[in-house]
């Protein structure tokens, strides 16, 4: 099994800055894709970003420019830096990641439980 772990989430004015970070840990033999979704108040889980294990990166339009994903495959992070909050950013982000475990052959989808990012004045 594979545990995600996220933190950073919180209360930022707009404008304003976050960082997010997702630890995997567990019996990881290797970790594909590694992305980050949100889901805002009464919508829809949505695509936010995704990286490979190369370091090609895909952004949502609504985030292209302001947030930047980034990850560590020594450590078994992803980074989700957000510059420029709007109030409409307000949502529970997600981590998730494809990974292999060590006793399997297959690569499986995690989730980690969420941390939220509120944007208001």
């Known amino acids: 099994q594979v545990q995600l772990v996220e933190s950073g989430g919180g209360l930022v004015q707009p404008g304003g800055s976050l960082r997010l970070s997702c630890a995997a840990s567990?019996?990881?033999?290797?970790?594909?894709?590694m992305g980050w979704y949100r889901r805002a108040p009464g919508k829809q889980r949505e695509l936010v970003a995704t990286?490979?294990?190369?370091?090609?990166?895909t952004y949502a339009d609504s985030v292209k420019g302001r947030f930047t994903i980034s990850r560590d495959n020594a450590k078994n992070t992803v980074y989700l830096q957000m510059n420029s909050l709007k109030p409409e950013d307000t949502a529970v982000y997600y981590c998730?990641?494809?990974?292999?475990?060590?006793?399997?052959?297959?690569?499986?989808?995690?989730w980690g439980k969420g941390t939220l990012v509120t944007v208001s004045p």
């Open positions: 990286i490979t294990s190369g370091g090609s990166a």
């Open positions: 567990g019996s990881i033999f290797g970790i594909n894709a």
């Open positions: 998730n990641v494809d990974a292999r475990t060590s006793d399997s052959w297959f690569v499986m989808t995690y």
